[in-house]
Each structure stands twice: as C-alpha cells, then as structure tokens.
C-alpha cells in the first residue's frame, strides 16, 4: 500500500470516528492512530470476517481457478 492511499484511509477512518489521531510535538514528528470506541464495536465482526475467509480460503482459491480458466477459453474462443 502506498503511503498515500494508507494516509487517505486512515483520513476516512478518522472522518467515520473509527480512529483518533494524536500528532506529537516532537522532532521528527510522530502521529499516533488508535481505535475509538466505536472503532472497537468492528472487532467482532472482523475477526468473523477473518475466520470465515480461513474457513473458505480453498473454495475462494478454486472458484478464482474456475473462473480464470473459463475467461482463458472465452478469449480463446474468440481468437
């Protein structure tokens, strides 16, 4: 990830008040990014997120391969 769109999702996460952002007085300067209250309610629902993709990580693999395949012998088709 580019450290310009990294600045521009935490920019979003802080406007939806899912983080807050402390800049330090210090040089060189130091921000600080750390979850909000509300940041943390997503907790859940991420780490299920991510237990699921676990779970279903093979068929996700396999329905790609079956896509690809089908998308190589269309455009093959059509050569």
């Keep these: 990830m580019s450290e ?3 600045t521009q999702t935490l ?6 008040g899912l983080v807050r952002r402390t800049i330090h007085p210090e040089i060189p300067p130091r921000v600080e990014y750390e979850l909000t209250e509300l940041g943390v309610t997503l907790r859940g629902p991420l780490l299920a997120l991510t237990d699921w993709s676990m779970r279903h990580m093979n068929e996700v693999l396999e329905a790609r ?6 998308k190589e012998a269309a455009h093959e088709s059509a050569s």
């Design 4 to 6: 310009k769109m990294l």
């Design 65 to 70: 391969a079956a896509y690809d395949q089908g």
């Design 11 to 16: 920019r979003a996460l802080e406007r939806d």
